[in-house]
């Protein structure tokens, strides 16, 4: 009773503390009793309840840190940060000498770890730094994981690339760490780091180090002598490792040969190891398996090896290959290579799937839907995620392409840059609203936006096409072909190879047509039935005076869009060159009668035809 009234009163700390010391028994180990129940049923205000009563009686180390892992666990980062900041330094305000005391690492491990989720990146690095001597293995990787994140979102991808490298060699398991080598390699040999880490020569070690408490128990029936079998589960839930060693575990060779193999092969030894149970070590190489295949898989989606990605996805075992977070890949794969139609299809699947999955890559589906022109579409899905989050980052994105699909730019930059205040470092976003800036005719904005993109993330294609764009746009066409030559040596697809050939074309110069040409057969090399590069292909020819080569394609083209302006006007064009007036003239008219709202050129061509003819007669 003396105590509940002084904490009414607001007595002092101290004054309870005595009073609980001094006439009555600390009720220490009953309120954390109270703390870990209210957890595990989920009621947090309850455990940061009892978590202040803990710290008001005791006042050590270790209460503090249960009180800032309670205050995490709510998800108040900011009261968090607050809380341990009135503490900090911890070593001097609790007197600590021995600099790795386990509670001293833990409590300066959650501090920097709310800093980094606060933003406070700087600070989080100096706490992280501070750390000396971590005793426990975990907590130096996990110091390594986040001082990994910390760098790359300060832009220091070398450093950041060292850091997740190291984590990844103290803990193999750790996925947030694979994905953050993946996102910035970039051109680094990313399996060259994951193979040794991820082979299964490492088992035992692994089984040892980290699964040494892992018990399983046998099957009924099943006797062992020191090995334990892991129990077995139906075809659809899990793979077995039995199961495993029947699947094909090396890349098959139909690549192009201008790709890159991601992976090397992983063989399953057939000798069991008995260091501590077949079971735990049956299951740790499954697991070192198939985190084996999904980096594999993360490192060509990453380096937009369309191919490869393909063939890495057939030959995932099949209840992984069904799941939304490989669909999820797969339709990204088809987006990045501008195959927009398959890529809808396969987000549709992985909505049906896992409809309730607020999945990040569904910005690249409402890309998709703007790219086809599917406003209905897409103003149902931007709904559906309203019903989710309505203040997520993916919606905001959504709602901004759904404006931006029935011309409302201003709104869809309103709502993108409500993206990137909600998180200033979302690269997608900065890019989209450039390109809406773009439409507008806002070019410093735009550039401003693509750049922001860039600084985050150099490997943004989108980004760069966006500044190749605007460069393009002042007629700038050489600072607009390095753009678009950097954003095709990051990623090149379709569409921006012909775009990057469009501003070649635009120099009218000998050298640089033959380039335009190149990067067109490199689109026609996986797609040879994609009419524009065709037609694009076509007008490079007839520059360069390969006329037959031109007629060739301009006629194989009239015969699969017998009414399309565009392909009468390249005929008639090359018609022109060859001297036959009738036919130039011919299809020169069909090009003007089949477009009656008169594109540039098509008018512009006829009457130059005439004034020639009318000039020759003279």
Same mark, same amino acid.
């Given at each position: 009773?003396?105590?509940l009234?002084?904490i &009414?009163k607001?007595?002092r700390?101290?004054k309870?503390? &005595?009073?609980?010391?001094?006439?009555h028994?600390?009720?220490t180990e009953?309120i954390?009793?109270?703390?870990?129940?209210?957890l595990e049923?989920?009621?947090?205000?309850?455990?940061?309840f009892?978590?202040e009563m803990l710290?008001?009686v005791k006042?050590?180390l270790?209460?503090?840190l249960e !009180?800032?892992?309670?205050?995490?666990?709510?998800?108040?980062?900011?009261?968090c940060v607050r809380? *341990?900041? %009135?503490? $900090?330094p911890?070593?001097?305000?609790?007197?600590v000498?021995a600099?790795?005391d386990q509670g001293?690492?833990?409590?300066?491990y959650l501090?920097?770890?709310c800093?980094?989720?606060?933003?406070?990146?700087? /600070?989080?690095? +100096?706490?992280?730094k501070?750390?000396?001597?971590?005793?426990s293995?975990q907590?130096q990787?996990g110091?390594?994981?986040?001082?990994?994140?910390?760098k790359?979102?300060t832009?220091?991808e070398t450093?950041?690339?060292?850091?997740?490298?190291?984590?990844?060699?103290m803990?193999p398991?750790?996925? =947030?760490?694979i994905?953050?080598?993946v996102?910035?390699?970039?051109?680094v040999?990313?399996?060259?780091?994951?193979?040794?880490v991820l082979s299964?020569e490492?088992?035992?070690e $692994?089984?040892e180090?980290?699964f040494?408490n892992?018990?399983i128990e046998?099957?009924e029936?099943?006797?062992d002598?020191?090995?334990?079998?892991?129990?077995?589960t139906?075809?659809?839930a899990? @793979? +077995?490792?039995k199961?495993l060693?029947k699947t094909p575990?090396?890349?098959p060779s139909k @690549?192009?040969s201008?790709?890159k193999?991601?992976?090397k092969?992983?063989s399953?030894?057939?000798?069991?190891p008995?260091?501590?149970?077949?079971?735990?070590v049956?299951?740790?190489r499954?697991?070192?398996f198939?985190?084996?295949? %999904?980096?594999?898989?993360?490192?060509?989606?990453s380096?937009y090896?369309?191919?490869e990605?393909?063939?890495l996805i057939?030959?995932f075992?099949?209840?992984?290959r069904?799941?939304?977070? @490989?669909?999820?890949l797969?339709?990204?794969?088809?987006?990045?290579?501008g195959?927009?139609t398959?890529?809808?299809?396969?987000?549709?699947?992985?909505?049906?799937?896992?409809?309730?999955?607020l999945?990040p890559?569904l910005?690249?589906? =409402?890309?998709?839907?703007?790219?086809l022109q599917r406003?209905?579409?897409?103003a149902?899905?931007s709904?559906e995620? @309203?019903q989710?989050?309505?203040l997520s980052?993916v919606t905001?994105?959504?709602?901004?392409?759904t404006?931006?699909?029935?011309?409302?730019?201003?709104?869809a930059?309103?709502?993108?840059q409500?993206?990137?205040?909600?998180?200033?470092?979302?690269?997608?976003?900065?890019?989209?609203?450039g390109?809406?800036h773009?439409?507008? /005719?806002?070019?410093?904005?735009?550039?401003?936006?693509?750049?922001a993109?860039?600084? *985050?993330d150099?490997r943004?294609?989108t980004?760069?096409?966006g500044?190749g764009?605007?460069?393009?746009k002042? /007629?700038k066409w050489k600072?607009?072909?390095?753009h678009?030559k950097?954003?095709?040596t990051?990623n090149?697809?379709?569409?921006l190879? !012909?775009?990057?050939?469009?501003? *070649?074309?635009?120099e009218?110069?000998?050298s640089?047509t &033959?380039?335009?040409?190149?990067?067109?057969?490199r689109? !026609?090399v %996986?797609?040879?039935?994609h009419s524009?590069?065709?037609l694009?292909?076509?007008?490079a020819?007839?520059?360069?005076n390969? !006329?037959p080569e031109?007629?060739?394609?301009?006629?194989s083209?009239?015969?699969?869009?017998p009414?399309e302006?565009k392909?009468?006007?390249l005929?008639?064009?090359?018609?022109r060159r060859?001297?036959?007036?009738i036919?130039?003239l011919?299809y020169?008219?069909?090009? *003007?009668g089949l477009?009656p709202k008169d594109?540039?050129?098509?008018?512009y061509?006829?009457?130059?035809?005439?004034d020639?003819l009318?000039?020759?007669? &003279?």
């Amino acid at each position: 009773l003396q105590f509940l009234y002084f904490i &009414e009163k607001g007595e002092r700390r101290g004054k309870i503390r &005595e009073i609980m010391t001094t006439q009555h028994q600390p009720p220490t180990e009953v309120i954390k009793q109270l703390i870990e129940r209210s957890l595990e049923l989920f009621l947090y205000e309850d455990a940061k309840f009892y978590a202040e009563m803990l710290h008001t009686v005791k006042g050590d180390l270790g209460s503090l840190l249960e !009180l800032g892992n309670v205050t995490m666990k709510i998800g108040d980062m900011g009261g968090c940060v607050r809380l *341990l900041r %009135h503490y $900090y330094p911890f070593q001097e305000h609790f007197q600590v000498r021995a600099k790795n005391d386990q509670g001293l690492v833990k409590l300066q491990y959650l501090y920097g770890v709310c800093l980094v989720h606060t933003h406070r990146y700087q /600070e989080a690095e +100096t706490v992280f730094k501070s750390i000396r001597d971590p005793t426990s293995y975990q907590h130096q990787a996990g110091i390594a994981h986040w001082l990994g994140h910390i760098k790359r979102f300060t832009c220091r991808e070398t450093h950041a690339l060292e850091s997740f490298a190291k984590c990844i060699h103290m803990n193999p398991f750790s996925w =947030s760490a694979i994905e953050g080598l993946v996102e910035c390699s970039g051109k680094v040999n990313t399996m060259g780091v994951l193979e040794p880490v991820l082979s299964p020569e490492k088992c035992d070690e $692994y089984t040892e180090l980290y699964f040494s408490n892992v018990k399983i128990e046998a099957k009924e029936g099943q006797h062992d002598e020191g090995t334990a079998e892991a129990p077995s589960t139906p075809t659809n839930a899990t @793979i +077995t490792p039995k199961k495993l060693k029947k699947t094909p575990t090396t890349a098959p060779s139909k @690549i192009n040969s201008g790709r890159k193999a991601v992976g090397k092969p992983i063989s399953t030894p057939q000798k069991q190891p008995a260091a501590i149970g077949g079971g735990v070590v049956e299951q740790t190489r499954t697991l070192l398996f198939l985190l084996h295949k %999904h980096a594999s898989l993360l490192v060509a989606c990453s380096s937009y090896n369309f191919n490869e990605t393909l063939t890495l996805i057939n030959d995932f075992p099949a209840p992984f290959r069904h799941t939304g977070y @490989i669909q999820g890949l797969l339709a990204k794969a088809f987006y990045d290579e501008g195959l927009y139609t398959e890529s809808c299809n396969a987000f549709e699947t992985l909505r049906r799937m896992e409809p309730h999955r607020l999945d990040p890559k569904l910005m690249y589906y =409402s890309s998709c839907l703007w790219q086809l022109q599917r406003d209905k579409q897409l103003a149902h899905l931007s709904q559906e995620l @309203i019903q989710m989050d309505k203040l997520s980052v993916v919606t905001q994105v959504v709602l901004g392409n759904t404006h931006s699909v029935v011309g409302e730019h201003d709104g869809a930059i309103q709502f993108l840059q409500r993206a990137c205040n909600i998180d200033k470092y979302h690269v997608y976003a900065s890019a989209l609203k450039g390109m809406e800036h773009l439409v507008l /005719e806002e070019l410093d904005d735009a550039v401003q936006a693509f750049r922001a993109a860039i600084r *985050l993330d150099p490997r943004q294609y989108t980004a760069w096409h966006g500044l190749g764009s605007v460069a393009a746009k002042q /007629e700038k066409w050489k600072e607009a072909a390095e753009h678009f030559k950097r954003a095709c040596t990051i990623n090149p697809n379709p569409p921006l190879l !012909l775009a990057y050939a469009n501003v *070649l074309m635009e120099e009218s110069t000998p050298s640089c047509t &033959e380039l335009a040409l190149n990067n067109i057969n490199r689109v !026609l090399v %996986h797609q040879p039935n994609h009419s524009l590069a065709r037609l694009r292909k076509g007008e490079a020819l007839l520059r360069i005076n390969r !006329l037959p080569e031109a007629k060739e394609i301009a006629l194989s083209l009239l015969e699969t869009s017998p009414k399309e302006a565009k392909v009468n006007l390249l005929l008639g064009r090359v018609y022109r060159r060859l001297g036959d007036k009738i036919k130039a003239l011919q299809y020169f008219n069909f090009a *003007l009668g089949l477009d009656p709202k008169d594109t540039p050129g098509v008018r512009y061509e006829v009457d130059k035809y005439h004034d020639e003819l009318d000039s020759g007669e &003279e």
